[in-house]
């Protein structure tokens, strides 16, 4: 008999831990899964709205994730009207659905001038006040972009809960963790 390779998936702590080992991998590991999560918002229409984002941090004492942006994208008028938002990470080789329910606060400014200057130089370019993302232009390369930290955002967000999926050789186990009751726990039928 071969030995299960995520014994952490059958106790709901362990699993639970291996959510936050799998996110805070993803801040440090270029080549990790959580480094490309799915950030959805619901936009001002009530339509769905999601796109890849590169993982930045994770703090699993506290319960918080950010990502950075730029401040003049939909993404951001979309989180100002509406604050709640969802984070998706399939985590292939853990047979691991990571679903994320967050509120997310958005940083610019002052606040965040040591984060930016943190970043490295070609990066920058990701952050532009002479190119808003989403502006229609006449052909596919009439933009110029020039870092701004003007134009730099960060986006806390506050997780208020986790569903978890693991899909395991023998059997599928799902949980829901909550921020109110201390991150507890609770199986679900997956
Ligand atoms: C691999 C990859 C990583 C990305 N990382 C980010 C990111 O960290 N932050 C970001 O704002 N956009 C990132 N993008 C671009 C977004 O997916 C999206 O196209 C852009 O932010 C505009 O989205 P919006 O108009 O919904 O705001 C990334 C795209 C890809 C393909």
New binding site residues.
Partial sequence: MTTDPHPWAAEIDSLHAQIWTRLTRGVHDRRAPA??PT?A?VDATGRP????????GADAAAGTLS????RH??????LRANPLAALHVWDAAAHLQIRIEAEVAIETGPGVADVWASVPEPSRY?YSSTAT??RPIPEALAYTKTPDPAAF?R?RLTVSAIDALHLGRAHHRRARFERADGWAGQWLVP
């Fill in positions: 480094r490309h950030l918002t709205q999601a796109r890849t984002v590169v993982l930045r990502l950075y942006t730029d994208s939909a993404k951001v008028a979309e990701a993302p989403g955002a986006l």
